[in-house]
């Protein structure tokens, strides 16, 4: 599926299921609660961190879906086209970045 795509599913999906959106600033508190899980799986399963009773279960790929579902509904209450912002943040990165993480010693 494609991001366009994806912002029509969300969109439908919430007038037929969700009854409507809830405001941007709710969701954007969801939002940080669904990264601060995808933060919770990443320190145990990469980090240092052991698994509790609490985390069985959850899964990294679930987590991340959460969270780009919520990103994709504030993307929508707010009128925009995440196809068109992420192609701009893309050119935006080519041309200030390109240069900067080839000369970077950290990452030879």
Known sequence: MTIAE???????W????????FNELTNMAILTEEVGEVARIMSRQYGEQSFKKSDEGKQLSD???DVLFVLICIANQTGIDLT???????EKK????SE???QNEKLK
């Open 6 to 12: 994806a912002q029509t599913i969300v969109d439908n």
């Open 14 to 21: 919430i007038k037929e299921n969700g009854v409507r959106y």
């Open 63 to 65: 987590e991340l879906a």
């Open 84 to 90: 068109e912002a992420l192609r701009k943040n893309l």
């Open 94 to 97: 080519t041309s200030r970045d």
């Open 100 to 102: 900067r993480h080839r």
